[in-house]
């Protein structure tokens, strides 16, 4: 399946999003930001697919096993007249602030809730809304002034990748992506080698 293209504009919509958010919750936009506290300013109710555990405990067996943690992550809901944000809070927690991330993207881009299934039973998937939060919410966790923060104390080697992911909360793969794609790397050792 190819990749849908952003619409025009998108990138830096990206960008302006992560540092709204950021100077919301009073941070710099380089700062680390924690999802579950965006979630909690923006409104967005987090619940642990484990508090289902009294109600569905076989459902709850089957998502925290390794099948169904490859099955579900997360999903954006309407509980009534309510946005909600349900996790898989069995996956580590670096891959939960990634699929927080992502869902927040939905909701700050306003994108429509759509039913699960389609009327023959299909999965319901939008590639374009999808590629959209894919793009936000790894940006809101590691912004390009966070991304060029650390691209430049790597090179200096001030910082290693770990430290990095660890600081930020994300993981390696998130990060170096996130490094790439910001151009940081590059920036960095067309500085370092001045």
Known sequence: MAKV???RGFKSEASWYSKSVRAELGLRP???ICPWRLAAHLDLPVIKVSDF???EPAAVAYLHSR???????????????RRVII??????RKRQAADLAHEIAHGLLLHNLAP???INGER???REIEEEASWLGPTLLVPDEAALSIAFRLADRCLTMQEASDEYGVSDPLLKMRLNVSGAIIRAS???AA
């Not at 996790?87 to 580590?92: E, L, P, S």
């Open 87 to 92: 996790h898989n809070d069995a996956h580590d």
């Open 190 to 192: 067309r500085r370092r």
């Open 30 to 32: 380089h700062d680390p």
């Open 5 to 7: 293209r952003l619409r």
């Open 67 to 81: 099948d169904g943690q490859d099955e579900f992550s997360a999903i954006t809901a309407d509980l009534g007249s």
């Open 53 to 55: 555990i009294e109600i």
């Open 116 to 118: 699960l299934t389609g």
């Open 124 to 126: 319901n998937y939008d």
